[in-house]
């Protein structure tokens, strides 16, 4: 059995665009190895963002939190849309970037209300940007027809 393990930066799952020609790519790589595993970093800057609305929440400012969290909101969703174009299919993954997003933001409340975020607050949040990465990147194969399965580190 011949496994091929493709590690995608934060540029590579940008935007559809690049998130779809991941796809391609790890569906092509399909025809040479028996199994392919794509790891995949957050959306570039995400990560940096999500980590901002937390230190912003602990300083007392409760806007930008959430703020990143309505701007996450509205360009996941239209790079599930674009990804995967039948809305019925999109519903479960539509629902699983919400909860993750919307955990960020019960996350950054309890921050704000303790006025520091601990160490397992940021690694929780530090986390969000590549699991709601990997959920795009598991449509957008599964669209392309290619089978997958999903695993993330939570």
């Not at 929440?57 to 995967?84: F, I, N, P």
């Not at 629902?95 to 160490?119: M, N, T």
Request: aromatic share 4%.
């Amino acid at each position: 059995m011949s496994l091929l393990v493709m590690k995608f930066g934060g540029t590579s799952v940008g935007n559809a665009a690049a998130i779809s020609a991941l796809a391609a790519i790890s569906r092509d790589h399909l025809q040479e190895w028996d199994h392919v595993a794509v790891v995949v970093s957050a959306m570039s800057g995400v990560t940096d963002l999500l980590l901002g609305g937390a230190s912003s929440a602990a300083s007392g400012d409760q806007t930008t939190y959430k703020r990143t969290a309505a701007t996450r909101r509205d360009k996941h969703a239209a790079a599930l849309a674009e990804l995967v174009p039948d809305a019925d299919a999109a519903t479960a993954t539509r629902a699983a970037i919400e909860q993750l997003i919307d955990e960020f933001e019960v996350l950054c409340h309890s921050v704000g209300v303790l006025g520091e975020a601990s160490p397992r607050a940021i690694d929780a949040i530090a986390s969000m940007g590549e699991r709601m990465s990997v959920r795009l990147v598991a449509a957008a194969l599964g669209a392309q027809g290619t089978p997958c399965l999903l695993y993330t580190s939570a």
